[in-house]
């Protein structure tokens, strides 16, 4: 008779086989609820970024659509973003120059008045960082604090005794006014966080505190300098303020041109429109091509150390 198999008996490391693979599946990591709330936080970071970006962006998206409407379709709200575009609102404000010259106007005072600034605020900023000025800083930002509406009738006095309302020089210098303690405000930062050792270095061999500040110090200062430049112009362009009392109808800039677009009995949508397109595009082809520079400037100014 042979012998019979009992069927509790089984191959060896079958058992230790299953075991294994039991334990296994019993050792998976199960996803642990920090990993899980980081997750829900990404989630909710993204809406609320999309949200913001929907909200600054709409209106954006409205005036260029728009400059492509006629009166009519711009005050229907049936018309969405599905219209046939037209060009006759651009044909016709470069055909009458009711912006180029506002355009040159806003340009030239722009620009002299950034660059005006900046020669004068960069070293006073460099000086009271580097020299911790606290009282001058607090000076500095009085000024920034006063508000520029307060100085218009002395301004508008003096300026029309002198007999230079109406010229680009009294709207540079009206810019700069606020221009000045911008740059400057910005700059005291950036230089209180450029490492001091570096200037000391230059000084030992054999530069003036002013030659480390040129040769060293400003060309490491160059992003915020590119940052605080950057913002000074883009408030020069948009002020329609000092523009609205000290220029004339050759000397006006692109605000005071917009508010022409406006009159008692009507307001030119169309022509509104395409003119703030067109106004747009520059200040948005200087902040992307100095996307760079702004970026790097915003972030060293803000640590130290």
Do not use: C
């Not at 954006?60 to 046939?84: C, E, H, R, Y």
């Not at 037209?86 to 620009?111: A, K, W, Y």
Request: charged letters at 10%; hydrophobic letters at 55%.
């Amino acid at each position: 008779m042979s012998p019979t198999v009992s069927s509790s008996v089984r191959p060896a490391g079958a058992g230790d086989g299953a075991g294994a693979v039991a334990g296994a599946v019993g050792t998976v990591p199960s996803p642990r609820p920090g990993r899980r709330r980081r997750g829900y936080g990404a989630w909710l970071r993204g809406i609320a970024i999309a949200a913001v970006t929907v909200v600054f962006a709409l209106p954006i998206v409205w005036m260029f659509a728009a400059a492509f409407k006629t009166n009519v379709q711009v005050t229907d709200p049936t018309v969405g973003l599905w219209f046939s575009p037209t060009l006759d609102n651009f044909r016709s404000i470069l055909e009458t120059g009711q912006i180029l010259r506002p355009m040159g106007n806003s340009l030239l005072v722009g620009v002299v008045s950034t660059v005006l600034s900046a020669i004068i605020a960069v070293p006073a900023a460099w000086a009271v960082g580097r020299f911790r000025m606290r009282r001058t800083g607090s000076l500095i930002l009085v000024a920034r604090i006063v508000p520029a509406i307060s100085l218009l009738v002395p301004w508008y006095y003096l300026f029309a005794q002198a007999g230079m309302v109406g010229s680009y020089t009294v709207l540079v210098l009206s810019h700069m006014f606020v221009s000045v303690p911008l740059i400057l405000w910005i700059m005291i930062s950036f230089f209180e966080g450029l490492p001091v050792e570096l200037e000391e270095a230059a000084r030992t061999d054999g530069l003036s505190a002013f030659g480390a500040f040129w040769r060293i110090t400003l060309p490491l200062a160059a992003p915020g300098t590119a940052t605080a430049s950057l913002l000074a112009f883009v408030f020069s362009w948009n002020n329609f303020m000092f523009a609205l009392i000290f220029a004339d109808e050759h000397t006006q800039t692109v605000p005071v041109a917009l508010f022409n677009f406006i009159s008692y009995a009507s307001t030119d949508w169309g022509g509104l429109m395409a003119a703030s397109s067109l106004i747009t595009v520059p200040v948005l082809l200087a902040a992307v091509l100095g996307q760079k520079y702004l970026v790097a400037g915003l972030t060293s100014g803000a640590s130290k150390g």
